[in-house]
């Protein structure tokens, strides 16, 4: 029998850098729940993100119901199969990147799986000025998704459910003034953590004013 999960020490020990360092995007998740208890945990962690003025607009909404998992990844699918239309057509060239093609192939596993992923945790926003205010919530959604990595759930960042956003806003209850602008599903992975491929930085750092370079490479 597996261990009872210790909900306050899990992932307290990961080291911040190597946390932020192996934060990959984990779109293959098992069904099995996750403790309400570890999303409370990871949503608390996107809650000590920076915002304007402290304003802290965020508003999280965890989905784990079957049917309404279901009605979420029906609509997903439909969004995203159109996105990726134009780049799967793209991607047909054999000089097209590999790193490419497997981020889309991920991206595509994930759209045919939504429905699986045992938490579709939304992250909204209170608007301000009639304004939604997504610059406020992206540090905070980045804080949700390193709170995963430290405590072993799997996650990844989708916006395309704006693609119905009204209509699913409105499914969910939310008033008109507190728009979703991100979906995260998650759960425990079925691959590992590890390092996502990115460029050296040393391709994108400049020191005091921009110095031209060659183009970087896409893969
Ligand atoms: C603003 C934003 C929107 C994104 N929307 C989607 C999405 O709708 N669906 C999806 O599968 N991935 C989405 N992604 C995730 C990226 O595709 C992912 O970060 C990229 O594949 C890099 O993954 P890696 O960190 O594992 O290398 C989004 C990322 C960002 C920053």
Request: glycine residues 8%; proline residues 10%.
């Amino acid at each position: 029998m597996s261990e009872p999960i210790d909900v306050a020490r899990i992932g307290e020990d990961v080291p911040l850098l190597e946390g932020i360092r192996t934060a990959r995007a984990i779109r293959r998740l098992r069904p099995d729940p996750v403790p309400r208890e570890l999303i409370r945990k990871v949503c608390e962690a996107g809650t000590f993100a920076p915002s304007g003025g402290n304003r802290q607009p965020w508003l999280f909404l965890a989905v784990t119901e079957p049917e309404r998992r279901a009605w979420i990844a029906e609509r997903y699918r439909t969004a995203f199969r159109a996105y990726i239309a134009p780049a799967l057509e793209a991607a047909k060239a054999p000089d097209f990147p590999e790193a490419g093609r497997r981020n889309m192939r991920a991206a595509l596993w994930l759209a045919d799986h939504l429905h699986e992923a045992p938490v579709h945790l939304f992250v909204a926003g209170w608007k301000r000025r009639g304004e939604a205010q997504g610059q406020a919530l992206f540090p905070c959604i980045q804080n949700v998704l390193l709170a995963c990595r430290a405590v072993g759930l799997g996650a990844s960042l989708t916006t395309l459910h704006r693609g119905f956003g009204e209509e699913c806003d409105r499914w969910l209850g939310l008033p008109e003034e507190c728009p979703t602008i991100a979906l995260l599903p998650i759960g425990w992975p079925v691959g590992k953590h590890g390092r996502p491929p990115r460029r050296p930085v040393d391709e994108s750092l400049h020191w005091e004013r921009f110095a031209a370079r060659p183009p970087a490479a896409t893969d």
